[in-house]
């Protein structure tokens, strides 16, 4: 993909030195595939993805279950094949519902599945895994991730206490293809795993118009991860600061701006949450045939929010545990 003068431009401000330019230019490269829907390569595993991953914790939120089964259904045939989950979603519901869907006429086999590890030692990690298997009616799990690396203490427990040591041992049996973790609090932690003794596959953190301008992913730990080849997998593109992950009022932007502009920024996939079929063909309208948005669109996108991003008020997620998980809560001894 030869390098754009515009996005140059962006990415320049944004992440500085020219080889990380070059390399947030790799990133967005795509393919078309059949249907339309793009796909990009997920870091070092040259697993090609699609460039919208359906959300695990929306899809068990849907009260008809067979509409959540007919939404999965369309969202393969769609080409939206990287599908999301975690261990704790529901109390385990977003992993069985899923596991029912891709059960049907061979779904499993067209499905890059993600889930994520909710403990940090050992025996609680194989717990995990094996859970997640036997929800979703599968032998092997394409990427796991530790999930909600949230607490600064979080990536020395995840070596410290065996997680990773399971991670890798699951690895090697056949039953995880990838490894990963997740978080949503601040880069530094992020920045902590990636410098952590192991060579990770993909990491998940929130990227959005609000996060360019406060303890900002896209600034501090996205240029790590391409520097690294990490596949970068963005989610909370919405600002996440009301019910849902609303997009406030106040900033003038619309869904689709959001989105874009994520989809815009060096990542392999954008985690998106849908809770009925017209939301899914929604966003598979976004993502069909993408082109990343002209370095003008960004910068007038970041300035419109600039006022009302910069002190965090949007991204409570980052400064609260208001948004942390019961599960990683009680693991830290915290009040839920």
């Not at 992440?15 to 990380?20: K, T, V, W």
Request: proline share 3%; with cysteine; aromatic share 8%.
């Amino acid at each position: 993909m030869a390098i754009d003068a515009t996005r140059r431009s962006f990415f320049q401000g944004m992440f500085g030195s020219a080889a990380s330019v070059a390399l947030a230019q790799q990133a967005l490269a795509q393919q078309d595939s059949a249907n339309g829907l793009p796909t990009r390569r997920l870091g070092r595993t040259g697993e090609q993805v699609s460039i919208l991953c359906l959300g695990g914790w929306h899809i068990g939120a849907v009260e008809d279950k067979n509409e959540a089964v007919r939404i999965m259904h369309a969202a393969i045939d769609e080409g939206m094949t990287f599908f999301d989950n975690a261990w704790d979603y529901h109390n385990g519901g977003s992993e069985e519902i899923m596991g029912r869907a891709m059960a049907e006429d061979g779904k499993r086999d067209k499905v890059f599945l993600m889930t994520k590890n909710c403990e940090r030692d050992y025996e609680g990690s194989m717990r995990n895994l094996e859970d997640s298997l036997r929800r979703m009616r599968t032998d092997r799990i394409d990427l796991w991730q530790f999930h909600e690396m949230v607490y600064d203490s979080d990536p020395d427990w995840v070596f410290d206490k065996g997680g990773l040591k399971a991670a890798v041992e699951a690895q090697k049996a056949g039953k995880v293809r990838y490894i990963g973790f997740t978080g949503h609090k601040d880069p530094s932690i992020h920045a902590k795993m990636l410098n952590k003794p192991h060579e990770w596959d993909a990491a998940q953190m929130p990227i959005n118009v609000m996060d360019a301008h406060y303890r900002s992913f896209q600034k501090q730990v996205v240029p790590l991860c391409l520097a690294r080849d990490v596949g970068v997998v963005g989610m909370k593109s919405l600002g996440g600061g009301a019910p849902r992950g609303a997009i406030p009022a106040n900033t003038s932007t619309t869904h689709e701006e959001c989105r874009r502009y994520s989809l815009s920024q060096p990542i392999s996939s954008l985690v998106v949450g849908v809770l009925s079929m017209e939301e899914l063909m929604a966003e598979i309208k976004i993502a069909r045939g993408f082109k990343p948005m002209s370095d003008d669109k960004k910068a007038v996108l970041l300035s419109r929010v600039a006022d009302v991003a910069g002190d965090g008020r949007f991204e409570r997620f980052k400064s609260t545990q208001d948004f942390d998980g019961a599960h990683h809560r009680r693991q830290h001894g915290f009040e839920v």
